[in-house]
């Protein structure tokens, strides 16, 4: 696998047995405080958000080159991660404040002062993983190398790529990961070592968020 860094390379009848009956309600019995006592934790942590849970798999492409000579497929999977988010809370003080008379009883009034309190909740990041197999039918001459474009389209709109290369016979593989993308497009394409050149497939689908 490819590590997540903007560039990649390859490289008998029992029921007449009353001794049988009996064992028979022993396991019942011993089953059913097994399935109570496997149970109870569950319930007890039913507040606690579990660990990450699969919200997306799927596979995406085969996609080409314009010449078919470079072809890039794989998988994509998405799971939610849960995480405390911490923020600060206003919260409302209420306190008796008295003060002395001078000739008779202490004179006493409520105070409202407001303060802020630390507090957080539970939120998740949407974490992605990207794999793609990339191949190329060419792996001579000056454009002989397959060349595969990442697009990760942020839920706020930022943008970022990630370029993977396969310049050998053999196909190569390749995974990124990162959190929170909107969509997720491929470009396809033929080039040297250096960088894509040309024959482009355009934009293909990898991953689309729900809206």
């Given at each position: 696998?490819?590590s997540?860094?903007p560039?990649?390379d390859s490289n008998?009848?029992?029921?007449?047995d009353?001794?049988v009956r009996i064992?028979?309600?022993?396991l019942?019995g011993?089953?059913?405080?097994t399935?109570?006592a496997v149970?109870?934790?569950?319930a007890?942590?039913?507040?606690?958000?579990?660990?990450a849970?699969?919200?997306?798999?799927?596979?995406?492409?085969?996609?080409?080159?314009?010449?078919h000579?470079?072809?890039?497929t794989?998988h994509?999977?998405?799971?939610?991660?849960?995480?405390k988010?911490?923020?600060?809370?206003?919260?409302v003080?209420?306190?008796?404040?008295?003060?002395p008379?001078?000739?008779?009883?202490?004179?006493?009034k409520?105070v409202?002062?407001k303060?802020?309190k630390?507090?957080?909740?539970?939120?998740?990041h949407d974490?992605?993983?990207?794999h793609?197999?990339?191949?190329?039918d060419?792996?001579?001459?000056?454009?002989?190398c397959?060349?595969e474009?990442?697009?990760?389209?942020?839920?706020?709109?930022?943008?970022?790529?990630r370029?993977?290369?396969?310049?050998?016979?053999?196909?190569?593989?390749f995974?990124?990961s990162g959190k929170?993308?909107a969509?997720?497009?491929v470009?396809v394409?033929?080039?040297?070592?250096g960088g894509p050149t040309?024959?482009?497939s355009?934009?293909?689908?990898?991953?689309?968020?729900a809206a």
């Amino acid at each position: 696998m490819g590590s997540a860094y903007p560039w990649g390379d390859s490289n008998t009848s029992p029921e007449e047995d009353p001794t049988v009956r009996i064992v028979s309600r022993i396991l019942i019995g011993a089953a059913a405080a097994t399935a109570v006592a496997v149970g109870a934790p569950v319930a007890a942590h039913a507040a606690t958000p579990a660990g990450a849970q699969s919200a997306y798999e799927a596979d995406w492409g085969p996609y080409f080159s314009t010449d078919h000579q470079a072809k890039a497929t794989g998988h994509v999977s998405v799971e939610k991660k849960p995480y405390k988010h911490w923020y600060w809370k206003t919260v409302v003080v209420k306190k008796r404040v008295c003060k002395p008379g001078k000739s008779g009883p202490a004179h006493c009034k409520i105070v409202v002062t407001k303060t802020k309190k630390r507090a957080w909740v539970w939120k998740h990041h949407d974490v992605f993983t990207v794999h793609s197999k990339l191949f190329t039918d060419k792996w001579w001459g000056g454009r002989k190398c397959a060349w595969e474009t990442f697009k990760v389209v942020e839920h706020d709109g930022d943008t970022y790529v990630r370029k993977f290369r396969n310049c050998k016979k053999s196909p190569a593989e390749f995974s990124f990961s990162g959190k929170d993308a909107a969509h997720i497009l491929v470009d396809v394409s033929r080039g040297h070592f250096g960088g894509p050149t040309g024959r482009h497939s355009g934009w293909k689908d990898v991953y689309h968020a729900a809206a």
